[in-house]
């Protein structure tokens, strides 16, 4: 078995080396797939659906959500050869493939999680960090049709975070302007945890605070270099991901996104 390299600030390298199956209940048809560190996991392949501007959102906001006490599956920078791709007979799933070969994104396979439905009570700071959280990263899609949380070993886990940070889809023409982003406001009320916004925002200063410079460069140095694509005023991964920084930067210096109000 082919030991995984290990990256000290960005995500930990595995290889895949089998396909195991489709997973059809998202648009942009993630797959089950083993790797040679004998983990499981739930890939996402940047061929799909926007490119690689939703795997570097998955890793940003999976990072920040950590910083701020929430549970998210471990993430590995997952290596697809061209030669895996021959062996697969379905051939929108053999297509995906071909055009995903490099590096994409692992998240681990949570075995006998299921989702969360309401009936099992989030605790109440937990349910209001995770509100806050898709705030601040403005998040559409957390509603009751697509709750994108878990229940794994007695806690809740957030998942599926592509639709967040949606200010990079506009970069190809350039950065653009952090501030534009800072002050546009966040509607909570198709949200399903909504209820939660009197708490979210007695917890804003706390979780606030634990998002410093140092941790949002942290956050993104896990992102490769093979999704950081140039764009104009953003030559150069470096350049990218401090424009990244800058972003949510600017966005934790306003209070127009919070739930419940304006501050």
Request: charged letters at 25%; hydrophobic letters at 45%.
């Amino acid at each position: 078995m082919t030991q995984p390299s290990e990256d000290p600030d960005g995500l930990r390298t595995v290889v895949a080396t089998r396909y195991v199956a489709p997973l059809r209940e998202g648009g942009s048809l993630p797959g089950l797939m083993e790797a040679d560190d004998l983990g499981t996991y739930v890939v996402k392949y940047r061929g799909a659906g926007q490119g690689p501007r939703v795997l570097v959102a998955e890793v940003v906001v999976a990072g920040i959500a950590e910083a701020i006490g929430l549970a998210t599956p471990r993430q590995v920078a997952v290596d697809l050869t061209r030669a895996l791709t021959r062996y697969e007979a379905d051939e929108e799933v053999q297509d995906l493939l071909r055009a995903s070969v490099g590096l994409n994104l692992g998240v681990d396979f949570l075995p006998g999680a299921f989702g969360y439905d309401g009936q099992a009570s989030a605790e109440p700071d937990v349910a209001a960090r995770v509100l806050w959280l898709d705030a601040l990263c403005a998040n559409v899609d957390r509603s009751w049709r697509n709750p994108n949380l878990l229940w794994w070993h007695r806690r809740l886990w957030v998942i599926d975070h592509g639709a967040a940070l949606y200010f990079h889809h506009s970069w190809p023409g350039g950065v653009g302007d952090p501030a534009r982003f800072a002050a546009q406001r966040w509607d909570a009320g198709d949200h399903l945890l909504a209820s939660s916004a009197g708490r979210a925002r007695e917890l804003d200063e706390e979780l606030g605070a634990a998002l410093t410079d140092e941790v949002l460069e942290a956050v993104l140095a896990r992102v490769p270099d093979a999704w950081l694509d140039p764009v104009p005023g953003a030559e150069d991964p470096a350049a990218l991901r401090a424009a990244y920084v800058a972003f949510l930067r600017a966005r934790l210096g306003t209070r127009q996104w919070l739930p419940g109000g304006d501050a």
